[in-house]
């Protein structure tokens, strides 16, 4: 671990430090992740950039109709915030499946996109809220659609000097219902085997919109399109779940490594699919 | 590599420090303040050994840098007691027989501590949720359980406010 | 004092902190030592180019095996682990030069400059086919480390006499110890030329033998001292020896404090796990239930090195039927060596694998006969004076039935075993409930000598020194040790001191396994506290007017004991003693009773007494995605007598809790030798949220041979409860699983999770 550390005061003067390094430059949040990849020699970077302390990072709030959450808000607390424990209960629970109380206390959400893991939690509950990443520079500032964020493991098209500063979302109707449902081999300290997360608003009976985010299923985490499409307009029965059940199973792009099976997971994927749409019935 | 200047408060004590950039705050205490308490056990924030408290919450000095910590607050197990009376959560692991090897108990003490000081009055659930950072391999967690339940109903005294 | 449960003597150094582990030491000048590891899992080592690392500034040594004064290679059983490779490397955990430096990270960096040529070998990675002919041979003299056997009766007979014959394999994987705190050792030498090797050390006299022998020195030159120790359950044994060798071979050539500690990836691509094993069973019942014969054949992976893999594999060999009257027996285990990484003692000692097959075995023949578990054990279990599947007849109470009903009652084993499946019919998560039961011989057995020694010295103040040779490791030796010594000297714990262990303030008493302290270390120390008090018994007697046999040692007093009122306080004693110039130093030896083995003939009274257990596991199955929740496990154990109960509980719930990662969670990933479990991250051990409730049941049958009657508890404790939740997954969903681990795949798709490796390439 060899690197040379900066702590700039504001997100300006971390800009301009980013804009300056020319690439050779880790910008550190929780660091729950980052300081095991230089440790495991993963990355190795020439400096270590310390946003840790940006307060200005650090904020959750809902303005005209969009939830904004700093991109240094800590799983703990965003789990522990009131506003998305009422509307994005999806987001909270994905938060808490993360690591362990002291993992959850440093890491942020931010980070955890940055790291770009196809197995990050929050990443498939961002994706069925249909989020947006704001990437800023001192350049200008970009939102992009979490879903055109990711481009690889580990890969995504922050450019080297630009900063993830925050995360954007629509604030769902009160009517929607979400789930994230996770398998691990065991209860705390657990990479997904596979997750699955959704948000659903329903027009009466019927379905109005879904959308489905399928975690640990491929390099990224996906989108589940043809589910989506059955799923819209029609009513939630034990039948049509069956039926998304086998289409999203279809469509988990799964492999085999350590952590499990590619045929496992493509069947779990289906089935934490239609246990959780079971759940909103 | 340049050194950085560091001020930081452990266990009360305020200290002045030049540090190497790359240095952990594990390292910080272990080898700089010589607070040896605080263990390393994988390296890579599984184990939960080297938890400290740090501004009223737990987390895993082995993955937070010193310079990050400028200006905040760290209790380690040093800090507990004051050298003769121990605190009740210690004293409860002493009495509920939740040490074996010792080895992850400073870092599940200071989980404990940092979780009845959020919550006073953990059930069952929320107390093994409170340690599920941090790994033992020796008691099959029961008696920690049982001695983290005897010190949450101890004395509402104001000595968790000490972390 | 015996039967309570004073706070551990090592109590408050641990929950402050203050406790020295191996990683706290510190000494002035101290050396930084990194080991450059193999590269291929079975090579010729051509040349080793140190040349780049020499130079590195810091660098203070960079050694090989061509450093080595003495033996190259150390072994308790076989000598055949070589802490620096000599000339061929068997697994990617062996080192092939080892270097000291100002900082670790200079070591490092040292380390990666060693240059070594390599004739990759071929290499061989299922234990069944290294013991084929034509196997590539790791060491001279082919692949059988050792075959063990039982015989007794006629096997062919037994089956002829059975109405069914059941033939099942099952197999179990490799698995690591995950004491929290990784190895960890610091070497140094005194101005007299002892070489002096303190850390996280669980067998020092085994250590101490190995060091020597590598360094050339002779016994009474080498110290070896135990740190605080984060955990070992059997894993700090040879590992600690090679880490010894090393680190003392650079602090002899250098005359500088050397310390050499293994990172979590390091441990576990380097230490010795618990073996896999691949078992086959066949059985032959009667239509009641009888059993009629059994025969078993078992192969063990040994891994690069033997290890203890000899008495791993011969302890389950006298246990491979289980505790059951089976009159005709034959049993084959065969220990080979493999280029994965090598295998040892791990608690339990070849018990756990065994356990797994015979009591997964009992419930599916129990299944194919239609008759109830519990109902079917208990026609078969040995009683008092049966004889065991080594001809061996039991001579004390055989309390393995006493243990399945206490087990089960306690669950409430008959009414969930109904209600549990009645409920499942209409249930998504399903309910289970199983058991394992077993026996297991106490202390070392026929493995060689037992016996151990224990020093009591009274100082002059009436403060007690206790020093024996076995070690505290987390399970409450010191505390157990000083209770015993306490209770005969009729003094408070708090009065007793127990020595840190060190090789240089006993002989050695051999090593603190095969759960031997309490009934071989225990009844030593007892022995030499006995006679300090006789001393301070005879000192009195003249003072109390009374014959030193008349007197007894109790609150702090020596006393007629028919007249309470004459006594003279303990220090008194101690100064009337010292005054008559007696020796306040007593030092006792206890050898275990006479057991006897006959290697060729597969037969012998194999231990001196055994234990019995019973654990009964509930959980929750969900049949689709395979998750398993173990809810709650009662465990019974009959340990003789209960000298501290607090810490026996303590034993138990620890070993059930091991059970459970053996059963549910863990397996160290090996592929082709390449260890893909490197950190704790892959590695996945319990948390608190994974272990349910356990109700220890303390049983107390009192042993003849165990000091107040006491026997043993560590290990049986882990042997249990991998079965009990097999049993219990195959009353839920009706599965099977005949593999360990049972991680989700294997329970929904019956298979294991890292495809077959390829054969010897």
Same mark, same amino acid.
């Given at each position: ?40 020699? #993963? ?57 362990s ?85 065991r209860?705390a300290l ?40 059955? #799923? ?35 069947? %779990? ?13 | ?40 056990g994988c390296?890579?924030?599984e184990c939960g050994a080297?938890t ?51 080895f992850c108990?400073?870092g599940m003490?200071?989980s404990?501590? @940092? ?16 340690i599920s950072g941090n790994l033992c391999r020796c008691t099959?967690y ?22 | %004092? ?98 000291? @430096? ?18 990759? #070998? ?56 995950t004491y929290i ?50 955990g ?7 590992? %600690? ?52 014969? %059994? ?362 809790a091991?059970?459970?990662g ?18 704790l991250?892959?590695y996945l051990i319990p948390t608190a949220?994974d ?52 991680? #989700? ?17």
């Open positions: 671990m060899k690197f040379e550390y900066q702590r700039p005061a504001t997100l300006e003067a971390a800009l301009k430090f980013l804009a300056a390094a020319g690439g050779d430059c880790a910008p550190l949040a929780g660091g729950t992740d980052l300081l095991v990849m230089i440790q495991e020699g #993963l990355v190795g970077p020439r400096t270590v950039l310390d946003i840790s302390r940006l307060e200005e990072l650090k904020n959750i709030r809902e303005e005209d109709g969009r939830i904004e959450i700093g991109a240094l808000v800590s799983h703990g607390r965003a789990a522990a915030a009131k506003l998305l424990r009422e509307k994005a209960a999806l987001l909270v629970e994905s938060c808490l499946q993360i690591g109380p002291q993992i959850r206390a440093s890491g942020t959400i931010g980070g955890n996109l940055v790291m770009a893991s196809p197995s990050g939690d929050t990443i498939p509950a961002l994706y069925a809220l249909g989020a947006g990443v704001v990437l800023k520079s001192v350049t200008g500032t970009r939102t992009v659609a979490i879903e055109d964020f990711f481009t690889g493991v580990k890969k995504s098209v922050r450019r080297p000097d630009e900063l993830l500063t925050a995360i954007v979302f629509p604030a769902p109707e009160p009517s929607a219902r979400g789930f994230y449902n996770k398998l691990g081999q209860k657990a990479i997904a085997k596979v997750s699955v997360a959704a948000l659903v608003t329903r027009k009466g009976e019927k379905v109005e919109k879904v959308r489905i985010a399928l975690g640990a299923v491929a390099p990224t985490v996906i989108r589940a399109p043809r589910t989506e499409e059955y #799923l819209a307009g029609r009513k939630l029965d034990p039948e049509t779940i069956a039926a998304a059940r086998s289409l999203c199973a279809g469509e988990s792009r799964a492999i085999t490594d350590l952590r499990s099976t590619a045929g496992y997971r493509d069947r %779990m994927a289906g089935l934490l699919l239609a246990r959780g749409l079971e759940d909103l019935l | 590599m340049k050194k950085i200047k560091l001020d930081i408060t452990v266990n009360g004590v305020k200290h002045s420090l030049k540090v190497d950039p790359n240095l952990r705050l594990l390292d910080l205490l272990r080898e700089e303040l010589d607070l040896t308490g605080t263990k390393e390296g890579i924030g080297c400290v408290i740090l501004d009223g919450k737990a987390v895993n000095s082995c993955l937070i840098l010193a310079g990050q910590c400028a200006g905040r607050e760290i209790v380690t197990i040093e800090g507990l007691s004051d050298g003769e009376k121990l605190h009740p959560l210690q004293q409860a692991f002493l009495d509920h027989g939740a040490v074996q090897c010792g108990t400073p003490i200071l404990a501590a @940092a979780l009845l000081h959020a919550n006073p009055a953990p059930t069952e659930d929320e107390i093994r949720v409170a099959g029961t008696q920690i359980v049982e001695a983290v339940q005897a010190a949450a109903g101890k004395d509402k005294g104001d000595w968790w406010l000490q972390i | %004092m015996i039967g309570l449960s004073p706070l551990r003597v090592d109590g408050r150094e641990k929950v402050t902190g203050a406790a020295r582990y191996g990683q706290d030491l510190k000494l002035a000048g101290m050396l930084y030592a990194k080991v450059k590891h193999a590269e291929y899992p079975h090579a010729e080592i051509l040349k080793i180019d140190t040349a780049r690392a020499k130079k590195i500034k810091g660098v203070a040594a960079v050694l090989t095996a061509a450093d080595v004064p003495g033996n190259t290679a150390f072994g308790a059983v076989i000598v055949d682990n070589q802490p620096l490779a000599e000339d061929r490397v068997r697994y990617l955990g062996d080192a092939v030069a080892v270097v000291a @430096a100002e900082t670790a990270e200079i070591a490092e960096k040292a380390a990666a400059a060693i240059k070594v040529k390599y004739r990759e #070998l071929p290499a061989v990675f299922d234990p069944r086919e290294a013991l084929e002919p034509g196997a590539p041979e790791i060491h001279e003299g082919g692949n059988q480390i050792n075959h063990h056997k039982t015989r007794k009766g006629d096997v062919a007979e037994g089956f002829r006499q059975a109405d069914l014959v059941i033939e099942r394999s099952y197999s179990t994987q490799r698995v690591d110890h705190e990784t190895e960890v050792v610091v070497a140094s030498l005194d101005h007299d030329g002892t070489l002096t090797v303190e850390g996280s050390h669980q067998n020092i006299f085994s250590i101490r033998a190995a060091v020597a022998s590598f360094l050339g020195l002779p016994l009474s030159r080498v110290r070896i001292v135990q740190a605080a120790l984060g070992s359950f059997g894993g700090k044994d040879d590992c %600690m020896s090679v880490l010894s060798c090393r680190a003392g071979l650079l602090a002899l050539k250098t005359g500088r404090p050397v310390m050499l500690s293994n990172s979590r990836e390091s441990s576990l691509i380097e230490s010795y796990k618990r073996h896999p094993y691949f078992l086959d069973y066949k059985v032959g019942v009667k239509r009641d239930g009888t059993l009629t014969a %059994m025969e078993i054949k078992v192969v063990a992976d040994g891994g690069a090195y033997a290890s203890m893999t000899p008495f791993v594999t011969w302890r389950s060999v006298v246990h491979a039927t289980g505790p059951y009257r089976v009159p005709n027996v034959k049993t084959d285990i065969y220990g080979a060596y493999t280029n994965n990484t090598y295998t040892g003692a791990f608690r339990g000692f070849g018990s756990p694998q065994i356990t797994f097959a015979y009591e997964s075995l009992m419930d599916e023949i129990a299944g194919e006969l239609k008759l109830e578990p519990l109902e079917f054990r208990m026609n078969n279990i040995l009683r008092d004076g049966e004889i065991t599947a080594t001809g061996q007849k039991l001579d004390h109470t055989v309390s393995v039935g006493q243990a399945l009903q206490a087990a089960t009652s306690a669950a409430g084993w008959e009414e969930k075993r109904r209600r549990f499946s009645e409920e499942n019919r209409t249930r998504l998560l399903k309910r289970g409930i199983g058991l394992a039961c077993s026996y297991r011989g106490v202390a070392l057995g026929a493995e060689g000598v037992d016996a151990t020694g224990a020093i009591v010295r009274i100082q002059s103040d009436g403060s007690i020194d206790l020093t024996t040779g076995l070690v505290e490791m987390g399970q409450g030796l010191k505390t157990v040790f000083s209770q015993i010594a306490a209770h005969e000297l009729g003094v408070p714990v708090e009065r007793v001191q127990y020595r840190r262990t060190d090789t240089s303030t006993i002989v050695d008493g051999g090593p603190t396994v095969a759960s031997r302290s309490t009934i071989m270390g225990g009844a030593a120390v007892r022995k030499a506290a006995i006679a300090a008090r006789e001393k301070l018994c005879a000192a009195a007697a003249g003072e109390l007017g009374a014959d030193p046999a008349e007197l007894t040692a109790v609150g702090e007093k020596i006393m007629v004991a028919s007249d309470p009122d004459r006594a003279i306080d303990f220090t008194g004693a101690v100064a009337l003693a010292l005054a008559a110039g007696m020796n306040l130093s007593s030092f006792a030896w206890h050898v275990s009773p006479p057991i006897w083995w006959d290697e060729e003939a597969g037969k012998g009274n194999a231990y001196f007494t055994y234990v019995y257990a019973c654990q009964v596991a509930e959980i929750e199955v969900d049949p689709e995605t395979g998750k398993i929740n173990v809810l709650e496990v009662w465990a019974a154990h009959d340990v003789g007598k209960a000298i501290n109960p607090e810490a026996v509980r303590g034993q138990i719930c620890g070993g059930v091991t059970a459970i053996y059963g549910t969670l863990e397996e160290v990933e090996l592929v082709e030798g390449v260890t893909k479990t490197v950190n991250d892959e949220m272990v349910g409730k356990i109700h220890s049941i303390i049983l107390e049958n009192p042993d003849k041979y165990g000091p107040y009657g006491a026997k043993c508890i560590a290990e049986p404790t882990a042997e249990l409860c991998a079965p009990a939740i097999a049993n219990a997954v195959a009353h839920a969903a009706g599965k099977r699983i005949r593999d360990l681990p049972l991680n #989700l795949e294997r329970i929904v798709l019956g298979h294991k999770l890292v495809k077959k490796q390829r054969r010897a390439r």
